[in-house]
């Protein structure tokens, strides 16, 4: 059971940054999928989070939504099995709780909700215009 611990949320202006992050308690650094998904005010179920971008560890191949194309940047450190998620350009349509996710050897590597099987808590966003 891996368990995944977001940090890095918080309050920013419209056109600023933020820099999430993701902490696993095992080692995630050979073949899992690891995603960014969030749930905004619209979104009521968590079944509807939207999946923002992914990353797959063996081999640092992205993918990334439409709407974080562009803006939003995923990597991850090996090293520390953390999960990052850096935001440039906020807008206030941004503001939401933000989630990572994992899903041990899923290809294709895309964020999906059906195919994860581990969340974090979720951070929150707010953008303020």
């Known amino acids: 059971q891996v368990q995944l611990a977001e940090s890095g949320g918080g309050s920013v202006q419209a056109g600023g940054s933020l820099r999430l992050s993701c902490t696993a308690s095992e080692d995630t650094s050979s073949n899992y999928c690891m995603a960014w998904f969030r749930q905004g005010p619209r979104e009521e179920r968590e079944e509807e989070r939207e999946g923002l971008a992914t990353i797959y560890t063996s081999t640092g191949l992205t993918y990334y939504s439409d709407s974080a194309k562009g803006r939003f940047t995923i990597s991850h450190d090996n090293a520390k099995n953390t999960l990052y998620l850096h935001m440039t350009t906020l807008k206030p349509e941004d503001s939401a709780v933000y989630y990572c996710?994992?899903?041990?050897?899923?290809?294709?590597?895309?964020?999906?909700?059906?195919?994860?099987?581990?969340w974090g808590e979720g951070t929150p966003v707010t953008v303020s215009s």
């Open positions: 996710a994992a899903a041990p050897a899923l290809w294709p590597c895309q964020p999906y909700y059906y195919g994860m099987e581990y």
